[in-house]
């Protein structure tokens, strides 16, 4: 369902268990009476998918329009929906808007294999951070996403791939050369753990039980190391983790990684061993994106051998991908090979990530929310062929 910009009601979506029972007060529900229709609401929102107060059968007819007068089932709206020769989806999503009138756009992609279907979901409107190789990061940050926002990507992203259960009844098959959601990674837009709060109530509702569901185990939160939330991140949040370190010296990760100035490598290592939970059954993954002659000798190789010494982990090399106006390039294929190796030997599992939706540019590294690029007639064609679908 598409909002428009003058429905003011009260969006249930991001909205805590507690916070929601709460809020069911507005519309004159008993106090008795709330913590049930709270479970009744959760279940309808969460695990059922409904995106009106009319599909609630087991509520009356009277607080089904009450529910509607004063709140709604929000869902971020389509701007462009991009389907890769690969399968690789990209969505860019514009939200509601905010205090000025502004209305924001951010960009979700679901990656679609044999063995899982993966939805990397953004977490800020742009990004605080820097990083001079990601495409991301040369878009100033705009703000946070909200709670609702985070898991907003998730249960879009379940609208269009049609695996709510209602939908599921009439279409069992998942999606073309894949599954459905099975795994979620906070590596889209943005530092997650620059928006903590709201991060850790999305993955609260993400993984309740009784709603979406997602095991926490299939959650990851990749940062690029904000060293004082990491610890607390394990805590509160629980999910698995991810460091975007791509350099093995404070030289070569400074320019890459400018956040490195302020939270050296070792100072997020030490960070990372101390990481709650941390054994060979929840390990780290330490993403590593290959640039050709900066990032890629066998002596970067060996140093990063030599840095996770202690720390239960895996290395995702991941090939550079390309974005007007980079100066990068990607490593030769040899290079990449050849580095893995060396990590392999010293036990370190080290798969070389295939690149997905680069023709879209959905690829790892290459979200941005630049549809104010795109010509008026190829927005035309696109909204239309989104309303045919």
Not at 144 to 170: C, F, K, S
Not at 279 to 298: P, Q
Not at 353 to 369: E, F, N, V, Y
Request: glycine share 8%.
């Amino acid at each position: 369902m598409t909002l428009t910009p003058t429905d003011m009601r009260r969006d249930l979506i991001g909205l805590t268990r507690e916070e929601l029972t709460e809020t069911l007060g507005a519309a004159g529900v008993p106090e008795r009476q709330r913590r049930m229709r709270m479970r009744q609401l959760w279940s309808w929102i969460y695990h059922r998918g409904a995106t009106t107060f009319d599909a609630m059968t087991d509520i009356s007819k009277d607080l089904r329009q009450a529910l509607d007068r004063h709140f709604r089932i929000g869902r971020l709206e389509i701007v462009t929906e991009q389907v890769s020769s690969d399968g690789t989806r990209k969505w860019l999503l514009r939200l509601d808007p905010d205090a000025r009138g502004a209305r924001q756009e951010i960009e979700t992609v679901y990656i679609p294999e044999e063995d899982r279907g993966t939805l990397c979901i953004s977490s800020q409107v742009g990004c605080t951070l820097t990083c001079s190789f990601c495409h991301t990061g040369t878009q100033k940050l705009v703000r946070n996403l909200t709670a609702g926002e985070i898991v907003g990507q998730i249960m879009l992203a379940r609208d269009r791939l049609g695996e709510w259960p209602h939908q599921l009844a009439a279409n069992p098959s998942p999606p073309i050369g894949g599954r459905y959601i099975t795994n979620v990674v906070l590596m889209g837009m943005g530092e997650p753990l620059y928006n903590f709060d709201n991060v850790k109530a999305a993955m609260e509702i993400a993984s309740d039980g009784e709603g979406i569901s997602l095991s926490k185990r299939r959650i990851t939160l990749s940062t690029s190391g904000v060293v004082p939330e990491i610890g607390r991140a394990g805590d509160e949040i629980g999910t698995m983790l991810a460091i975007s370190l791509h350099g093995t010296t404070d030289d070569i990760r400074d320019k890459l990684v400018p956040l490195n100035k302020k939270y050296p490598i070792a100072e997020l290592l030490d960070a990372c061993r101390a990481y709650p939970g941390l054994s060979n059954a929840r390990r780290i993954t330490f993403e590593y994106v290959m640039l050709k002659g900066v990032n890629d000798t066998l002596a970067d190789a060996k140093r990063l051998v030599k840095l996770l010494e202690g720390i239960p982990a895996k290395v995702n090399l991941i090939p550079f991908n390309p974005w007007p106006g980079t100066k990068y390039e990607c490593s030769d294929w040899d290079t990449i090979e050849r580095f893995a190796e060396v990590l392999n030997r010293a036990g370190y599992a080290s798969p070389v990530r295939t690149p997905r939706g680069r023709d879209i540019m959905a690829a790892c590294g290459q979200l941005k929310s630049e549809s104010q690029k795109l010509r008026a007639r190829e927005r035309l064609a696109l909204d239309a062929a989104i309303a045919g679908a």
